[in-house]
């Protein structure tokens, strides 16, 4: 039977992540694997994660099978974290999946489900993960511009002009924030003239939500969601629970569909029928937790102040990366990491460099420049600085 089976290609995240681990250098630096770390280079469990796992065993009394869609609680919380009550939540459909990758590939197989000659658009510059899943389900993809390589910030024009020509139906997938790997964010009034064309060209966001709380801030971060859900008719979430809650290996993701509400129950009872099909019942354990802290105000607070020293140290990472970086190439081309926000940055080296870099000073990113800034600390800042000035003479 497998004899013709063909070779999977190798994801280069993950292909990045063997290397690295493969590498006995002292002193080599991973930038590419995209989890938070903090200045000892450990991925922490929170404190309020912790509290509220043990809160968990002591009161779970099954283990038995929760409906299709997963707990309604953390469906709950979760729409509350992300919405914010912009719209009412008999306008709210939502499942839970095992991370958000899972929820990007159901909303996926939902679209191919409703209308399957629907073009999904999505930036030019996004999650390496974004283009198989979508191509998985069938579905078109086409790009639009994003990045203005030479400012480091926003390309208005191109991206605008590229948008113009989505069709009635049509998908515009969009960052909610913290874009991976730009770091370069939609402003309100980006935001507000998205949902005007949007609006005027018929077509539907698909906003993939996995940093919320890491930019500016939970209700910051959500904004724009939240200005697409108030104003149209129609908007597909993914979120993933991995970076904010630093609940990664649990895999804790929700897909949801906000619709006019006559619509409503058709759309659960769809979403519910995919996870049906593809794992049956998302695991709790994760989302309980989720529901947990956001359910309780004390646990609130501490996972709050958590998040906030998580996305405090990663824009401190960003002026200090920047400042090193201007002193050693006496130039201010890195000045746009500064207001760029997130966990990462497309740094301008080209896969050459990459190359360098990997070979001579055993720093690791994709070959395309994106970087993890949050990979980053006190010590290895100066000596990432040095070595960039260094292949790029």
């Not at 989890?35 to 009161?59: F, I, N, W």
């Not at 630093?246 to 619709?259: N, T």
């Amino acid at each position: 039977m497998f004899e013709t089976l063909p070779k999977p290609k190798m994801d280069g995240i993950i292909a990045l992540m063997q290397a690295f681990a493969a590498d006995p250098r002292m002193g080599k630096i991973d930038l590419g694997v995209g989890v938070y770390r903090d200045e000892a280079g450990r991925t922490p469990v929170l404190q309020a994660v912790k509290a509220a796992e043990r809160r968990c065993v002591e009161t779970q009394e099954s283990k038995s099978y929760l409906a299709l869609a997963g707990d309604q609680a953390f469906l709950d919380v979760m729409e509350t974290l992300l919405l914010g009550g912009a719209v009412p939540s008999a306008r709210v459909a939502a499942v839970g999946t095992p991370g958000g990758t899972a929820a990007v590939r159901q909303i996926c197989e939902l679209i191919r489900s409703a209308r399957p000659d629907a073009v999904v658009w999505v930036s030019a510059q996004t999650w390496p993960n974004h283009a198989p899943l979508i191509a998985a389900t069938g579905l078109k993809m086409q790009p639009y511009r994003y990045l203005d390589h030479e400012s480091g910030g926003l390309d208005h024009l191109g991206l605008f002009a590229d948008l113009e020509q989505v069709a009635a139906g049509d998908v515009v997938l969009l960052h909610g924030c913290c874009h991976n790997p730009t770091g370069v964010d939609l402003s309100a009034q980006d935001w507000a003239e998205i949902a005007a064309l949007l609006e005027r060209r018929g077509a539907v966001p698909f906003v993939d939500m996995a940093y919320q709380g890491f930019g500016e801030g939970l209700d910051a971060d959500a904004g724009g969601l939240r200005h697409l859900a108030a104003r149209l008719p129609e908007v597909l979430v993914a979120a993933s629970c991995s970076k904010n809650f630093g609940l990664y290996r649990e895999r804790v993701g929700l897909a949801m569909a906000v619709v006019p509400e006559a619509m409503q129950p058709n759309l659960a009872a769809a979403l519910a029928g995919l996870n049906r099909q593809f794992f049956a019942f998302p695991p709790d354990h994760g989302g309980r937790v989720v529901s947990t802290i956001l359910g309780d105000a004390e646990l609130r607070r501490l996972w709050q102040d958590e998040l906030e020293t998580m996305r405090a140290r990663v824009a401190q990472n960003r002026q200090a990366l920047a400042q090193a970086l201007r002193a050693e190439t006496g130039s201010d081309r890195f000045d746009c990491i500064t207001t760029q926000r997130g966990m990462f940055s497309l740094l301008p080296v080209s896969p050459d460099q990459v190359a360098r870099l990997r070979a001579e000073h055993g720093i690791y990113m994709l070959g395309d420049g994106r970087a993890n800034l949050a990979g980053l600390n006190d010590f290895s800042i100066p000596v990432c600085a040095q070595a960039i000035a260094q292949v790029m003479r």
